[in-house]
Every structure is written in C-alpha cells, then in structure tokens.
Nanobody
C-alpha cells in the first residue's frame, strides 16, 4: 500500500514558477516509478511526467517538455515537479501517482493516487 500526499499548489502569474511535492508512505518508495497527471475543468486527466524508481529515467508529455522537470529524493520518499514558465493552459488539479512499472505509468492505470493539488495560472 502506498499513500501519497501532494503539496505546493497555488496561484501564480503566467510566466512564473512553482514546485510541487508528493510525499509517499512506505519503505519501498524506490521500487515505484512516480509520476504526475493533471486534470483541467471539463477535461480528462492527462499525463504530465514520470520518473523511474532510481530516478535515472524520465518521460514528459509534449505539452510540458522543456518547462517542467520531475525529480525524486528516495531518502525522503518524495517526488517533485518543478514547473517553469507556467501558462494559463497549465491550470489544473495536479495528481501524484505511483506505479511498479515505469513504462506503464503514463497510461494512468495505477492504483495509487494522491488527493490532488490545485494550480491556477492567471493570464
């Protein structure tokens, strides 16, 4: 069982930056690939970024590539999402997820999700 808690959301002006954190419970954090999804009002949840258990591999959606960076600190059981040059289109609830399979994480089929944190970008 993995319990995930996101933090770091808020209101930011377009062009600004935010960093999200996701703290995970359990002793086997490094065994899980971690990722971020987001859901904007009226839209389906979409993949944002993923990182392998060791942190050696990352994967991004085209919409955030070059602006967002995912990282993790296995000693702290925490995954981060650094978001730069935020745009109005990035406004959404951001969810953290954990999956045993790195390559499968982007399909959003994991059993483990956080409660979400709101990011609002003002134009």
């Amino acid at each position: 069982q993995v319990h995930l808690v996101e933090s770091g959301g808020g209101l930011v002006q377009a062009g600004g930056s935010l960093r999200l954190s996701c703290a995970a419970s359990g002793r086997t954090f490094s065994a899980y690939a971690m990722g971020w999804f987001r859901q904007a009002p009226g839209k389906e949840r979409e993949f944002v970024a993923a990182i392998s258990g060791s942190g050696g591999n990352t994967y991004y959606s085209d919409s955030v590539k070059g602006r967002f960076t995912i990282s993790r600190d296995n000693a702290k059981n925490t995954v981060y999402l650094q978001m730069n040059n935020l745009q109005f289109e990035d406004t959404a609830v951001y969810y953290c997820t954990a999956d045993k399979l790195f390559r499968g994480l982007r399909f959003g089929q994991s059993d483990y999700w956080g409660q979400g944190t709101q990011i609002t970008v003002s134009s």
